[in-house]
């Protein structure tokens, strides 16, 4: 069993930077897919950022040249720096994970088994 735990989220004006962190238990978290997802009342969770087992990444283009997803395997935990933030960034933030091959990010929601909390995200205008 894995658990993820987010941390970081917040109240930031637009055009700031927020870093989540997602802290993963277990022993194995180095062959794990990790996804950061969004979520807004009304609307379907959406991968914002992935990152494989292997450090290939995938990212939402409405994120990319904003946000950068890295791995620290040594801490169990992914990040997801958010710069330039704008209004529309405001959601719940949830870390996803799942054992897959290195090279793969999984795109979808019904393919990741772990997930985290949530933390809120909310940028001012």
């Known amino acids: 069993q894995v658990q993820l735990v987010e941390s970081g989220g917040g109240l930031v004006q637009a055009g700031g930077s927020l870093r989540l962190s997602c802290a993963a238990s277990?022993?194995?978290?180095?062959?794990?897919?990790m996804g950061w997802f969004r979520q807004v009342p009304g609307k379907e969770r959406e991968l914002v950022a992935g990152?494989?087992?292997?450090?290939?990444?995938n990212y939402a283009d409405s994120v990319k040249g904003r946000f950068t997803i890295y791995r620290d395997n040594a801490k169990n935990t992914v990040y997801l720096q958010m710069n330039s933030l704008k209004p529309e960034d405001t959601a719940v933030y949830y870390c996803?994970?799942?054992?897959?091959?290195?090279?793969?990010?999984?795109?979808?929601?019904?393919?990741?088994?772990?997930w985290g909390q949530g933390t809120q995200v909310t940028v001012s205008s």
């Open positions: 996803a994970g799942v054992r897959a091959i290195s090279w793969y990010v999984p795109p979808q929601v019904k393919e990741y088994n772990y």
């Open positions: 277990g022993r194995t978290f180095s062959s794990y897919a």
């Open positions: 990152i494989s087992s292997g450090g290939s990444t």
